[in-house]
């Protein structure tokens, strides 16, 4: 599958990217159903985030994966990885055969981005890296005169991490102008609402507290996601944080909202109600 043409209006282009961004919920829950185990809350609250940047966003090529001028992606919060690798195989990284796989023994695609899969820019899971990887892969841009940018994509329960906040002020130091942070915000982590775990107060506050450009957008909706990443090109001299409102389990009704959907497999019935949900969306 190709990235959306990017000659259509806006709102051509969002209408294209919905549709797609409900195929890759369906094969997000047909890749944790199958492999019996994974994180399907966040991964499909970041589905229309993940979906906008690699059908529309991102300057990448599927067929040279490391080509030296492409953007990078940085999935922080890499327990969400079942939708990176939706995205990875429709863009045509790797065989779509390979989703099947997921957590399997010697599969490229483990519970966790690991580099050797084709399109994984970098390993993450152990949360709070993202950002400072973020930065040294902007800085290493700027030293051989590179124009790419670098996102980073980063949990709102990730963020209680204290090595985000050291990368934040590293980044404002360094005018990383081509380094984007985007915050899922979901509201819900492992163990319950983040506000109750660690409240994170006033995500976008925080962050120009810290020297850095902050818009908030609804992380569902793709005109707003589209024109947010597009403010975000004219700011100069500072990196930009862009906190996307989300919902837990967006587009599978029972998942919505639930923090128990942060890392549990649907039942075979829960499995066929999800996908009947979704294809339903598509009306």
């Known amino acids: 599958m190709t990235r959306v043409d990017t000659a259509k209006t806006i709102k051509e282009r969002a209408a294209c990217l919905d549709k797609i961004a409900r195929e890759v919920r369906e094969r997000i829950i047909n890749m944790i159903?199958?492999?019996?185990?994974?994180?399907?809350?966040?991964?499909?609250?970041?589905?229309?985030?993940?979906?906008?940047?690699?059908?529309?966003?991102?300057?990448?090529?599927?067929?040279?994966?490391?080509?030296?001028?492409?953007?990078?992606?940085?999935?922080?919060?890499g327990h969400a990885c079942p939708v990176l690798y939706a995205c990875l195989a429709m863009r045509g990284y790797f065989a779509s055969k390979h989703l099947d796989t997921l957590r399997k023994f010697e599969s490229i695609l483990q519970g966790h981005p690991i580099h050797k899969t084709p399109g994984v820019d970098m390993t993450t899971g152990s949360l709070g890296h993202g950002l400072s990887i973020g930065l040294g892969m902007a800085l290493d841009g700027r030293l051989r005169k590179k124009d790419y940018y670098v996102y980073v994509l980063l949990?709102?329960?990730?963020?209680?991490?204290?090595?985000?906040?050291?990368?934040?002020?590293?980044?404002?130091?360094?005018?990383?102008?081509?380094?984007?942070?985007?915050?899922?915000?979901?509201?819900?982590?492992?163990?319950?609402?983040?506000?109750?775990?660690?409240?994170t107060g006033?995500?976008?506050?925080?962050?120009?507290?810290?020297?850095?450009?902050?818009?908030?957008?609804?992380?569902?909706?793709?005109?707003?996601?589209?024109?947010?990443?597009?403010?975000?090109?004219?700011?100069?001299?500072?990196?930009?944080?862009?906190?996307?409102?989300?919902?837990?389990?967006?587009?599978?009704?029972y998942m919505e909202n639930r923090f128990e959907w942060h890392g549990k497999c649907p039942d075979r019935d829960q499995y066929k109600c999800a996908l009947k949900e979704i294809r339903e969306a598509e009306q």
Request: aromatic residues 8%; proline residues 4%; hydrophobic residues 40%.
């Open 202 to 253: 006033d995500i976008a506050s925080k962050f120009r507290a810290f020297g850095w450009e902050a818009f908030n957008m609804d992380g569902h909706n793709m005109e707003d996601i589209l024109l947010t990443v597009e403010k975000a090109y004219k700011v100069k001299g500072r990196p930009v944080a862009i906190v996307a409102d989300t919902v837990k389990g967006r587009g599978v009704s």
């Open 33 to 77: 159903y199958r492999a019996g185990s994974g994180h399907p809350g966040g991964a499909l609250s970041a589905a229309d985030i993940a979906t906008a940047l690699y059908f529309d966003i991102l300057n990448i090529d599927p067929k040279n994966p490391r080509w030296p001028d492409r953007d990078r992606f940085i999935l922080s919060k």
């Open 155 to 199: 949990g709102d329960g990730e963020i209680n991490e204290g090595l985000v906040w050291e990368a934040a002020m590293a980044c404002s130091k360094f005018h990383l102008d081509t380094l984007i942070a985007i915050i899922d915000k979901n509201r819900l982590q492992m163990d319950g609402a983040c506000e109750d775990v660690m409240p």
